[in-house]
């Protein structure tokens, strides 16, 4: 079991958590901390979408955080997956969700905001057995289609493609895995069922333009996954650097997707410390660079590497 969160600059009264557990499949169950960031006591109030389910946790000092497991939770439905919304009135609170199940242990931060047109800059199917689930949350008032985006990486393998559901008001949905990899598909695709995919993905149409949080799954079906947050594309910016690369360190190396969230192509080139390799590429609207570093920096390679964008915008 292993898992990674980054820390939070700052908190919000609202935390919205797209994916929630409990007895998913049997076996996939959540937990979540819920942290006060500001200097007063706060009231914490849970609500569960699709359900009269609701949870409250009253007078949360400063700093403290209280645990709320879902597995101890007799409202929730066995096999409940939804979404999870926490108000602290007045106050600032941040939350972190740990997933668990299969042997593997998944970590997500929830959001303090949204954005109408979340990207997702690494997507997997049907690829050396991994797989991708993207759980989109609709943080507003009133359902809205979403349709995502579906654009393999250049040189990669895969099949641009569509997918559409409607996600009604505080509620999530579950886009890719049903689309690419698993029976029972909801809504409506134009994937290929069963192809293998690696790229990247993003929400090209929200009928009612509500703020939309994502998280991104990426797992094996057996004891290996990781997941990460999904990125509001304002955020995006013309370099991006990435701390830790691997290459053949004992068992570790490392591999990335840097996507292009502007309008039009860009070339990015990427630079790693201590070392002459390189990469620069164009890349298409919409698209990503995909770069696995084993056996190509080095053996025992331990660095960083920066990637910037002529005149585009990356994450």
Known sequence: YGASYGSFEGGAEDVNLPLIMKGNAGEYDTWFNVQNAGTSDVDVNISYSGTSCTETFNDLKPGAAHTFDQTANTCLPAGYVGAAKVTG????????VIETGNETLY????????????????????NAGYHTGIQIQNTGGASTSVKVKYTPAKGA???????????????????????????SPVGSNNCTFGE??????????????????????????????????????????????????????????????VMNTGGSKTTVKCVFTDSTYQINQE??????????????IAPSYVGGANCTATGGSIV
């Open 157 to 183: 393998p895969g099949t641009a493609c569509q997918e559409t559901q409607t996600i009604n008001a505080g509620a999530s949905a579950t886009f890719g895995l049903f689309a690419f990899s698993l029976d």
């Open 283 to 296: 890349v298409d609207a919409g698209g990503a660079l995909n770069d696995l570093q084993l056996n190509t």
């Open 89 to 96: 009135p007045g106050g600032s609170i941040v939350a972190t």
């Open 196 to 257: 293998r995919f690696v790229g990247s993905a993003l929400v090209s149409s929200n009928s009612t333009n509500k703020d939309l949080v994502a998280i991104v799954n990426q797992t094996n079906f057996g004891n290996y996954g990781s997941s990460y947050n999904g990125f509001d594309p304002l955020n995006a910016s013309s370099s991006v650097s990435m701390p830790l690369i691997m290459d053949r360190n004992g068992d570790f190396y490392t591999g990335f997707n």
């Open 107 to 126: 970590a997500y931060n929830g959001f303090t905001d949204g954005a109408p047109d979340p990207v997702m800059p690494l997507v997997q199917f049907n």
